[in-house]
């Protein structure tokens, strides 16, 4: 039998036998007592930051947490649960404790790019505009193995860095998927429905996807990758999708002066007035960058619900300009306000922390973006848009995607024992960093501060190896 892209991967990245191995010594936290998958005691945290029901961040401390299969079965103060019988206990107490928060939701990323880092060094000081002609060169010279492989790389340093829940915009459904199975990451899969790289790409495309995929680890999107670039027919076909199966949409959206120019020549209108005219303008809806809009736009989009990923890295780094920020959160659009990380063509670390830090400092010249707003767009806000009400918070009945960070860590201490928010002030303000340990849906995938599920240092290898390959064949 033929080994598929994916067996191929497993194979090749499978982490050491020791990876898994849970200590017994005093350095754990990890204690197995019987079957892995079953139900864990999340022991005496003495933070656990989350938001409740009307998104009021809570920051409830001493707490335990009970995880059965995939989800959260109970969140109590530690002395409150008596029972014994667990299959494995992590003790999130001791040598100064844990500081639990929901896995972070990145709501726009493009995984398979992860191979092309390096590949632009944007030295020259390129917009947005020159840096996009540039891509399809590259992006052509890229094998199915190749985008898998960069998702893997991409997705697993997302996952170091706190992320559990992705939104991928890219033309290849095949790799995401891969590499959605091979890391156990969620993953919203949106799929261009046409596209210069990958001609095949069309509505009837995305059908084929979804009758071939009917159990898929990821969820199928559709996506743009700007609006003007389609044709009417096009965006019809995009409507009666979305309606028919019940999918999500993505567009990249008034990313540049010229894309609004664009759409206006073409369609002889603004772009929310074209996500209207194909009955677009909703909450299945989610835009990117979306910097020049008129403020009439803004309005419209907030009272539609229509998802935005904020992305104030690449938006600096391509020069785009600067997103209205205070203009939504006036328009009571911060429910819809999320974040992303972008390709790492775009931003090179793959974190959402660094990106809320960066929220703060861009919009600080009018008002402050308090810690609170910050940690919802990185958690319910992405998962109201994403349309996944059972992720993002940490409360009963929620699936279990958790990440642990050590307190007794730089960046953490010292903080106000009395005030635990200038915690979040103080993980959010100190840039990114790495877990401890990050559960998705119940299991760990970081344990120790290793990947599980991968070998990184042989996943590190391929992607050199990978890289040049590539490199090769895009000079010739
Ligand atoms: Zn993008």
């Given at each position: 039998?033929?080994?598929?892209?994916?067996?191929?991967?497993?194979?090749?990245?499978?982490?050491?036998?020791?990876?898994?191995?849970?200590?017994?010594?005093?350095?754990?936290?990890?204690?197995?007592?019987?079957?892995?998958?079953?139900?864990?005691?999340?022991?005496?945290?003495?933070?656990?930051?989350?938001?409740?029901?009307?998104?009021?961040?809570?920051?409830?401390?001493?707490?335990?947490?009970?995880?059965?299969?995939?989800?959260?079965?109970?969140?109590?103060?530690?002395?409150?649960?008596?029972?014994?019988?667990?299959?494995?206990?992590?003790?999130?107490?001791?040598?100064?404790?844990?500081?639990?928060?929901?896995?972070?939701?990145?709501?726009?990323?493009?995984?398979?790019?992860?191979?092309?880092?390096?590949?632009?060094?944007?030295?020259?000081?390129?917009?947005?505009?020159?840096?996009?002609?540039?891509?399809?060169?590259?992006?052509?010279?890229?094998?199915?193995?190749?985008?898998?492989?960069?998702?893997?790389?991409?997705?697993?340093?997302?996952?170091?860095?706190?992320?559990?829940?992705?939104?991928?915009?890219?033309?290849?459904?095949?790799?995401?998927?891969?590499?959605?199975?091979?890391?156990?990451?969620?993953?919203?899969?949106?799929?261009?429905?046409?596209?210069?790289?990958?001609?095949?790409?069309?509505?009837?495309?995305?059908?084929?996807?979804?009758?071939?995929?009917?159990?898929?680890?990821?969820?199928?999107?559709?996506?743009?990758?700007?609006?003007?670039?389609?044709?009417?027919?096009?965006?019809?076909?995009?409507?009666?999708?979305?309606?028919?199966?019940?999918?999500?949409?993505?567009?990249?959206?008034?990313?540049?002066?010229?894309?609004?120019?664009?759409?206006?020549?073409?369609?002889?209108?603004?772009?929310?007035?074209?996500?209207?005219?194909?009955?677009?303008?909703?909450?299945?809806?989610?835009?990117?960058?979306?910097?020049?809009?008129?403020?009439?736009?803004?309005?419209?989009?907030?009272?539609?619900?229509?998802?935005?990923?904020?992305?104030?890295?690449?938006?600096?780094?391509?020069?785009?300009?600067?997103?209205?920020?205070?203009?939504?959160?006036?328009?009571?659009?911060?429910?819809?306000?999320?974040?992303?990380?972008?390709?790492?063509?775009?931003?090179?670390?793959?974190?959402?922390?660094?990106?809320?830090?960066?929220?703060?400092?861009?919009?600080?010249?009018?008002?402050?973006?308090?810690?609170?707003?910050?940690?919802?767009?990185?958690?319910?806000?992405?998962?109201?848009?994403?349309?996944?009400?059972?992720?993002?918070?940490?409360?009963?009945?929620?699936?279990?995607?958790?990440?642990?960070?050590?307190?007794?860590?730089?960046?953490?201490?010292?903080?106000?024992?009395?005030?635990?928010?200038?915690?979040?002030?103080?993980?959010?303000?100190?840039?990114?960093?790495?877990?401890?340990?990050?559960?998705?849906?119940?299991?760990?995938?970081?344990?120790?501060?290793?990947?599980?599920?991968?070998?990184?240092?042989?996943?590190?290898?391929?992607?050199?190896?990978h890289h040049l390959a590539m490199r090769q064949r895009v000079k010739k």
């Amino acid at each position: 039998m033929k080994e598929t892209v994916l067996q191929k991967l497993q194979s090749e990245l499978a982490p050491q036998a020791d990876a898994k191995i849970d200590y017994e010594g005093e350095h754990s936290r990890h204690q197995v007592k019987g079957n892995r998958t079953g139900r864990i005691l999340i022991h005496n945290a003495p933070f656990i930051f989350t938001c409740d029901q009307n998104d009021k961040t809570q920051i409830l401390t001493g707490h335990s947490l009970v995880i059965e299969g995939d989800a959260i079965k109970a969140v109590a103060p530690a002395g409150q649960i008596q029972e014994q019988n667990f299959d494995a206990i992590y003790d999130a107490g001791k040598r100064g404790g844990i500081v639990i928060t929901p896995g972070f939701i990145n709501t726009h990323t493009h995984p398979p790019m992860y191979l092309m880092r390096s590949a632009m060094m944007l030295d020259e000081g390129e917009g947005v505009d020159e840096t996009i002609a540039a891509m399809p060169r590259w992006e052509q010279a890229m094998s199915e193995t190749d985008m898998a492989l960069g998702a893997i790389g991409d997705i697993t340093e997302q996952q170091k860095h706190g992320i559990t829940t992705t939104l991928s915009h890219y033309h290849a459904f095949a790799p995401l998927e891969q590499a959605s199975r091979l890391t156990e990451q969620n993953l919203i899969n949106a799929v261009s429905v046409m596209s210069n790289v990958s001609p095949a790409n069309s509505p009837a495309l995305i059908e084929k996807i979804i009758s071939e995929h009917t159990a898929s680890h990821s969820r199928l999107a559709i996506a743009l990758h700007y609006l003007y670039k389609a044709t009417p027919e096009i965006l019809t076909a995009v409507n009666a999708l979305v309606n028919k199966y019940d999918l999500l949409f993505t567009c990249h959206f008034a990313e540049s002066e010229q894309v609004a120019k664009n759409c206006e020549e073409k369609f002889g209108m603004r772009e929310t007035a074209v996500l209207k005219k194909f009955n677009l303008l909703n909450d299945r809806t989610l835009i990117s960058h979306v910097i020049y809009v008129r403020d009439e736009e803004v309005k419209t989009l907030a009272a539609t619900g229509v998802g935005i990923a904020h992305l104030p890295t690449s938006n600096v780094i391509h020069k785009s300009g600067v997103f209205p920020f205070w203009k939504f959160y006036d328009a009571n659009g911060l429910p819809y306000l999320s974040l992303g990380t972008d390709s790492v063509i775009s931003k090179s670390r793959l974190d959402l922390l660094s990106e809320a830090y960066q929220t703060r400092i861009t919009h600080l010249y009018d008002r402050t973006v308090k810690f609170s707003s910050l940690f919802k767009m990185m958690t319910v806000n992405g998962a109201r848009i994403l349309h996944l009400p059972d992720r993002g918070r940490i409360a009963p009945g929620c699936k279990a995607d958790l990440v642990f960070w050590k307190l007794r860590d730089r960046g953490f201490i010292p903080y106000d024992a009395d005030e635990p928010m200038t915690l979040l002030g103080n993980i959010i303000t100190h840039g990114g960093r790495m877990v401890r340990d990050l559960m998705i849906n119940g299991r760990f995938v970081i344990k120790n501060r290793r990947h599980q599920l991968v070998d990184e240092s042989k996943l590190l290898q391929q992607l050199q190896e990978h890289h040049l390959a590539m490199r090769q064949r895009v000079k010739k």
